[in-house]
Every structure is written in structure tokens, then in C-alpha cells.
Antibody
Framework: QVQLQESGPGLVKPSEMLSLICTVS????????WSWIRQAPGKGLEWIGN???????NYNPSLKSRVTISVDTSKNQLILKLNSVTAADAAVYYC??????????????????WGKGTTVTVSS | SYELTQTPSVSVSPGQTATITCSGD??????ASWYQQKPGQSPLLVIY???KRPSGIPERFSGSISGNTATLTISGTQAMDEADYYC?????????FGGGTRLTVL
């Protein structure tokens, strides 16, 4: 059974870079898309971006200029880097397995397995 | 950018049917998914590809889509179904979430 575990510093200073890792167990990173999603306190879900380990990467247009998503297949880890953070980036950050496919003109994408999330605070 | 709109809150009595809607331009031509999130927990997929239920999700959860609206229906709502529900679709390489609906079981 696939399991995802996010990790990283819980506190980041304003203007610095946030770096998080998602360790995947029970499945190969190479077989699926993987997403990062965040949720600010009391707010809804915001998709950050996804990656297919062979190289296809998509980002939320609103974050694209500050975000980098990559993978370390040797460690079966998904990596998120977000630079120039502000208080607005404080959130619970989740990684998730991202299913994607299509049948004819019908395309689907959804996230079927989620990690427990890691809380990031932005403060000096 | 693409937007999905949900009613912020829905209330239902135990045993009754809860209906949660999600609207977006030409949503019926896309694929909708639904997530349940309880306080302090990560989201849980309850419906994918418009109407399919993942293994382990009770049959009382069902989904449909038509025109510009996707609908999540919970039949015989139970107290344990009280949660936030988010719809999700995909548009032009980007994943989009609705703003969420808080379901209260009174």
C-alpha cells in the first residue's frame, strides 16, 4: 500500500526558500504523476504543481515563477522548492499521488493518495 | 484562469440526502473529482471521474455531472459525514479546486 510522508523545516524566514521532501513508500515514483498541494490556515486547497518523473512538469500559473518541483528517483522522493516566501505561503503542504489519463476526448486527473501534510510557518 | 464555484455551506439532518454542487464553465466536458476533509486530516478522495467511488468509500456517496455542474450526493447522511468537501477538475494542464463546502449534519 502506497504511503506518502512530507518532511521539512516547520519554520522559514520571509524572503528565504522553502524546501520540502515527500518520501514515497510502497510504490515506484516512476510510475505515476505526483502533486504538491497546500492549504493556508482556514482556507481551501491550492494545487501547486505536479511532475511525471520522466520529465513532464506542470505548475499553478500563480506560483510558477517561484516554484520548482523535482524528484530523486534513487531515494523515491518528491521535492518542492518555493523561493521568496512571504506570510501568504504559510500553510499545510501535502504531497499526493496524481492519477491522469484519458479515453478519447475525455481526460481525467485526480489525487488518490495523500500524505498527512507538514505545516510551514513563515516568520522572522 | 478556470474557476470552480461551490456553495460555502450545506446543512442536512441525519438520514436525509445531502446535495453539494460545483459549477464551472463547460464542466460537463471535463472530469470532476470530490474530496472529503475532516478537521486536522488530509483530504480523502470520495469520487473520481465524475461518478466512480474508490474502494472503501460507502455506497451512500455518489457523483454526477451535467452541463456546467457536478454534484456530490450523500444519501442517508450520517454524523460521520460532517466535513468539508472540495470538487476538483483539470483545465489546460492545471488542477483546479473549488472553494469548498462545509457540510453540517444537524
Amino acid at each position: 500500500q502506497v504511503q506518502l510522508q512530507e518532511s521539512g523545516p516547520g519554520l522559514v524566514k520571509p524572503s528565504e526558500m522553502l524546501s520540502l521532501i515527500c518520501t514515497v513508500s510502497g510504490d515506484s515514483l516512476s510510475s505515476y504523476y505526483w502533486s504538491w498541494i497546500r492549504q493556508a490556515p482556514g482556507k481551501g486547497l491550492e494545487w501547486i504543481g505536479n511532475i511525471f518523473p520522466s520529465g513532464n512538469i506542470n505548475y499553478n500559473p500563480s506560483l510558477k515563477s517561484r516554484v520548482t518541483i523535482s524528484v530523486d528517483t534513487s531515494k523515491n522522493q518528491l521535492i518542492l522548492k518555493l523561493n521568496s516566501v512571504t506570510a501568504a505561503d504559510a500553510a499545510v503542504y501535502y504531497c499526493a499521488r496524481h492519477m491522469a489519463g484519458g479515453r478519447g476526448a475525455y481526460y481525467y486527473q485526480y489525487m488518490d493518495v495523500w500524505g498527512k501534510g507538514t505545516t510551514v510557518t513563515v516568520s522572522s | 484562469s478556470y474557476e470552480l464555484t461551490q456553495t460555502p455551506s450545506v446543512s442536512v439532518s441525519p438520514g436525509q440526502t445531502a446535495t453539494i454542487t460545483c459549477s464551472g464553465d463547460k464542466l460537463g466536458s471535463k472530469s470532476a473529482s470530490w474530496y472529503q476533509q475532516k478537521p486536522g486530516q488530509s483530504p480523502l478522495l470520495v469520487i473520481y471521474e465524475d461518478w466512480k467511488r474508490p474502494s472503501g468509500i460507502p455506497e451512500r456517496f455518489s457523483g454526477s455531472i451535467s452541463g456546467n455542474t457536478a454534484t456530490l450526493t450523500i444519501s442517508g447522511t450520517q454524523a460521520m459525514d460532517e466535513a468539508d468537501y472540495y470538487c476538483q477538475a483539470w483545465d489546460n494542464t492545471a488542477v483546479v479546486f473549488g472553494g469548498g463546502t462545509r457540510l453540517t449534519v444537524l
